[in-house]
């Protein structure tokens, strides 16, 4: 037994929160006030992108370690969270099933929480953000969100892949290590031209397949350099532009950057501009929680367990297409 329950007369709730929706296996404990423990582990595929089952298999592998790990200082908890969806059906159901074991064995509640909403949470908790509009862009995940009649709503989104799996295929493709986009940032910092590429913005949506296809085929004509530079510059100036579109149609004061993308400083300088410009606060959270992590999962649980958002074991399973506009906001 790796946990220890929760006395009754203890004053401060604490939640054990576990992500794994697609690489990062990763889990914590979290009170009200901070980050009490956390552990991750990664999955690397040996080449190529991610395959889910093999994903699955390396969450299977490290999630006892990982989970023992959190809980081996004696905090106690009084619920367990995990990331209910969206994400990769293999990965998702390994995490729900150790969840769902913990709840069952230590008797605390088991809670179910939606993965993009958990990145909106964590902004608002490690930030100065109270209603934000918000953009999370990830691997998978490219979304423009904000809360409206009760509900996280999704403002625009991809049509196809998301902004960080677009520049880790372009980025495989001219065999820079993975993940790609750290690699395409330092480049393009070393460009001497922009080179026009496909900016394909439809209605509130955007689309960033055909943007790596073009990319790839312009290195006939330009240098690895300036197409790094032309693919960030326009895929950011998409997600900027619908951000700002979002700001203005919600009427909203605050953005919010979330998702592992985030860590990228020309997508930071150039959200920054648009909300000097139209005098909108903006906020980034400390990296370790712009990336998915266990902290998320555990803070937006805390959240829901406040509320009595609990789920039975015979119905929590997972949704691998859960959107965030499909869950219900119990705790604002
Ligand atoms: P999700 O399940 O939410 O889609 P994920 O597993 O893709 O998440 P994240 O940690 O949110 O995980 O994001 C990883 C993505 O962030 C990768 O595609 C990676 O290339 C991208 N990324 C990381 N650093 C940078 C950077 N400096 N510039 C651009 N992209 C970056
Ligand atoms: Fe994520």
Redesign the pocket.
Known sequence: MYFTSRDVDSRVTSVLGIEG????LSAAIVDENDVLAEATATYMPASGGIHPREAAQHHANHITGVIKKVLSRGIGIDAVAFSRGP?LGPCLRTVATAARAISLSSGVPLIGVN?CIA?IEVGRWKTQAVDPVTLYV????SQVLAFRAGRYRVFGETLDI????A??KF?RSVHLPH????G??ELALKASRYIPLPYVVKGMDFSFSGLTTAAESSLCKASLEDVCFSLQETAFAMLVEVTERAVAHTGKGEVLLA???G???R?REMLSIMCEDRGVRFYVPEKKF???NGAMIAHLGLLMLERGNTIAVEDSAVLPDFRPDDAEVTWR
């Open positions: 929706t697609a690489w990062n994400g993965h990145h990830s691997g998978a995940n998301g902004i960080g799996n520049l880790d980025a993940p790609g986009g750290p395409i940032e998702g592992g993308v860590a990228n400083m997508l712009m990336g998915d």
